[in-house]
């Protein structure tokens, strides 16, 4: 299968050649018809493996830091931040595509070279798990630089990631990528919830 096999060597050279990247991008979100319901724009970050963050500015300011060892979404608006487990709650993502390997991607996908579309290299990734909450993602590059990301959930809505002035290996700091929570926010997510029964089990000292 010539095409698998072209996929593979397309999304392995953009794996080997890029071990960081940052980027502007813009977002675009529509329903199962086709029409828009939400235009997004910011900043993103990714350091393989395990990191990435997402600076959101418009509509609204929101941050999505993976640490390493937890994801971190921050609604500025709100006052609030949430905190999950990356482990549990990456899985087969369009996040975990961009931030782990190949190997991983390999493992949790199955591979489609669509060919040069308009000068655009195209991928596609077709979850192995059924029940994956993706049914789709597909990848464009541009001369050797990721443009176009494209996911379409198992409902049939999608979501459009285009990326501009992006670059490739650049030095980012392991803080860049770890999130403080500030003063006065409140934290809630799974992992919060599961301190607290701990400490409130925890039995008194004699």
């Known amino acids: 299968m010539a095409g698998a096999i072209d996929a593979s060597v397309q999304l392995k050279k953009f794996y080997d050649q890029n071990h960081s990247i940052i980027a502007d991008f813009k977002q675009n ?11 997004s724009s910011g900043k993103m970050a990714i350091k393989r493996p395990g990191l990435f963050r997402w600076d959101y500015a418009e509509p609204f300011e929101q941050q999505i830091i993976a640490d390493g060892k937890d994801i971190w979404v921050y609604d500025k608006d709100l006052d609030q931040v949430s905190v999950r487990g990356q482990k549990e709650a990456l899985g087969a993502t369009p996040s975990s595509v961009l931030m782990e390997g190949y190997k991983v991607v390999e493992e949790q996908f199955n591979l489609e070279d669509h060919g040069e579309i308009n000068g655009y290299n195209i991928v596609m990734l077709k979850p192995k798990k059924e029940e994956c909450e993706y049914k789709l993602i597909v990848i464009a590059f541009f001369e050797q630089k990721l443009t176009i990301m494209e996911i379409e959930d198992r409902f049939g809505q999608k979501t459009t990631f285009r990326f501009v ?14 999130f403080v929570v500030p003063e006065g926010v409140d934290v809630i997510g799974p992992k919060v919830q599961g301190k607290e029964e701990k400490r409130q089990k925890k039995p008194e000292k004699k």
């Not at 979100?29 to 235009?39: C, E, I, P």
Request: charged residues 25%.
């Open 165 to 178: 002035n992006i670059k490739g290996n650049p030095e980012l700091p392991e803080d860049y990528f770890t």
């Open 29 to 39: 979100s529509y329903d199962t018809q086709g029409k828009l319901m939400q235009n």
